[in-house]
């Protein structure tokens, strides 16, 4: 037995004052009186004096019980007992989500074995239950009971999560060297590599089943003005024998493209589709079906290849209409005197005509013709009547498809070097076009006017222009797409988001948003309540090989076998039970006592 604050029992020096108390208590005299009625009047005015021997009866030894109590409790007493707590873990991860020879999941499988598990256990501690995807966490505080932490299990769903096995690792590992912690007993599609822990007990329902799975499903737009987009998928066939796997893809529910691949064992295929027409949502289907239903099924949205939103600060901001025209553009005009740096943040970039930033923008900028004295890029600028171009690097993105000799160029300006963005066209008289990075964001500086932008009516231009937006917003790559169980940050003007089960979760700009262990379309609702769509999916191909899970490495540092532990079990609650009990017997015993002496006559 020990106290945990010790130092609380100074204030058993509480107690003498009570004693001082009763010193001064109300002490009776004797009073001739002439009547009952003078008797009963001469009771507001009997006299208290101090001093003398207190009149201790049993209501001084209750309360001074009492105070000790309290002051004993206040030290925290608490007892050492043996105890065997116990770790629960459960793969909820999305390759539990499939199917066994016998119908059910391996998640349904391994919720049976951990029931027949607990079943057999006798209860001698807390139990704690922890599922792993998309990170390892406990469901809830302890439980006390078997039936509370079987009854926790039955709620516990799979999630379209992948599971991350480094961190599975090294959460098992931590269970495992915790003293705390006298047994963990973990369920999942993924065995344990010898040697396993002594504290461990391993349940595997990880059997080799064969599946075939999408694994990536992106879209792109190769250059500003196509309205069609470029579908790029993954398929792979998880199984021992060549499979011939058919994948349907439909947009807004029309099928855009369709595609027959024979695969052979263990073969990954990458399928294209140059040109499918434009739609909201996709959906990418694979037959036939299979082991696991989750990745025969993948999304994409038109939003990862949204339209492109451009500010563009002119004192002429008619120059920006012809841009309105292209295809995946959105453009706003304003003029220097009515922008302001704050609005870049709700743009994909921005482009100064005539003007210069009063500050390096955090957004990719296109800076056209700026003024001569820029303090923030530190621009040498040289006017020219005339400008001549000279020369330009054949292999840039920016001159890409640019016939520079059918170019018909007005007055301008010449660039001097610049320390951090290089030449890609030059003339007679310096730079005419520069690119360089800064702070992570691209920047474009041109000598000459491309604006506004006439299309074909002059095409080698419109050809640079669109390689200079498409450079700055990031066109022509593949980006990974969203995966199940990675968070991501919540665009500018965001305020909630609609989960594909329907389900309206509160949003903030700005920060990660973490609910993202269903795989489909969220919507993501802005402004005036318009909705854009992202797509989230599994995305996994090592989780959709069903046919060979990796082992998992768990080390320990506590070598011991399941053994109990001593913990320390406090007696606070007990001390405070007694407390209450005792002040209401005693608050009885006056109260009653009270209406005796009220009720004399």
Do not use: C
Request: aromatic share 8%; net charge neutral; proline share 7%.
């Amino acid at each position: 037995m020990g106290l945990l604050y010790p130092g609380a029992l100074v204030f058993f020096a509480l107690v003498p004052a009570l004693v001082l108390a009763y010193l001064a208590r109300e002490r009776p005299s004797r009073v001739t009186v002439s009547s009952v009625l003078a008797f009963r009047a001469l009771r507001g005015f009997r006299r208290e004096r101090f001093g003398g021997w207190p009149r201790l009866d049993w209501m001084f030894f209750a309360e001074v019980l009492i105070l000790s109590l309290v002051v004993i409790a206040m030290a925290s007493p608490f007892i050492w007992k043996r105890s065997s707590p116990l770790a629960v873990v459960i793969d909820n991860s999305a390759a539990m989500q499939a199917l066994t020879p016998s119908g059910k999941t391996r998640f349904d499988i391994a919720r049976e074995k951990l029931d027949a598990e607990l079943s057999a256990e006798n209860g001698g501690g807390e139990i704690s239950v922890y599922t792993t995807a998309p990170q390892p966490r406990r469901v809830a505080p302890p439980f006390i009971t078997l039936t509370e932490a079987r009854l926790a299990l039955r709620r516990i769903k799979p999630t379209d999560a992948p599971n991350d096995q480094t961190t599975l690792e090294n959460f098992l590992s931590n269970l495992a060297s915790e003293a705390r912690v006298a047994k963990v007993i973990f369920a999942g599609s993924n065995a344990l590599a010898a040697p396993v822990p002594a504290r461990i007990h391993p349940i595997a329902v990880g059997d080799a089943v064969a599946n075939a799975a999408i694994g990536s499903f992106t879209l792109r737009r190769e250059v500003l003005g196509a309205e069609a987009l470029h579908a790029s998928l993954t398929i792979a066939n998880f199984s021992p024998e060549t499979r011939t796997l058919d994948l349907v893809v439909t947009g807004d529910g029309k099928e855009v493209a369709r595609a027959k691949e024979a695969l052979g064992a263990r073969e990954t295929a990458t399928l294209e589709f140059p040109k499918i027409p434009s739609a909201r949502i996709y959906q990418a289907k694979l037959a036939p079906d299979d082991a696991l239903a989750l990745d025969n099924v993948a999304y994409a949205t038109a939003g990862s290849v949204k339209n492109v939103s451009i500010l563009f600060i002119s004192p002429t901001p008619a120059d920006a209409d012809g841009l309105n025209s292209i295809p995946g553009v959105a453009v706003t005009a304003k003029s220097p005197d009515s922008y302001s740096p704050d609005e870049l943040g709700n743009y994909d970039l921005a482009i100064f005509e005539y003007a210069t930033p009063t500050e390096l923008p955090a957004v990719n900028t296109m800076l056209v013709m700026p003024p001569p004295g820029d303090p923030v890029f530190g621009l040498t600028v040289t006017p020219t009547a005339k400008v001549e171009i000279a020369g330009w690097h054949t292999t840039d993105t920016l001159t890409d498809s640019v016939n520079f000799r059918l170019l018909s160029l007005r007055g301008g300006e010449y660039f001097g070097t610049h320390p951090w963005m290089s030449q890609v066209v030059g003339g007679d008289g310096g730079a005419l076009l520069l690119k360089g990075e800064r702070g992570a964001h691209r920047f474009v500086a041109t000598g000459f006017n491309p604006f506004p932008y006439l299309g074909r009516r002059n095409l080698p231009m419109s050809i640079l222009t669109l390689n200079a937006i498409s450079y700055l917003a990031g066109l022509g790559s593949t980006s990974s797409g969203y995966r199940t169980g990675e968070p991501w940050l919540v665009p500018a003007g965001v305020d909630r988001v609609i989960l594909p089960s329907g389900k309206k979760k509160t949003a903030h700009p700005g920060t990660l948003f973490t609910d993202v262990s269903e795989q489909g379309v969220y919507e993501l609702v802005g402004p005036g309540d318009a909705q854009t769509p992202r797509a989230v999916n599994l995305a996994d191909l090592t989780e959709s090989d069903l046919s060979s899970s990796p082992l998992l490495k768990v080390e320990s540092a506590n070598s011991g076998s399941a053994s109990p532990v001593m913990e320390k079990s406090s007696l606070s609650d007990y001390i405070l039970f007694a407390i209450i009990a005792l002040t209401a017997l005693e608050a009885l015993i006056v109260y009653r006592r009270r209406r005796i002496v009220e009720a004399a006559p």
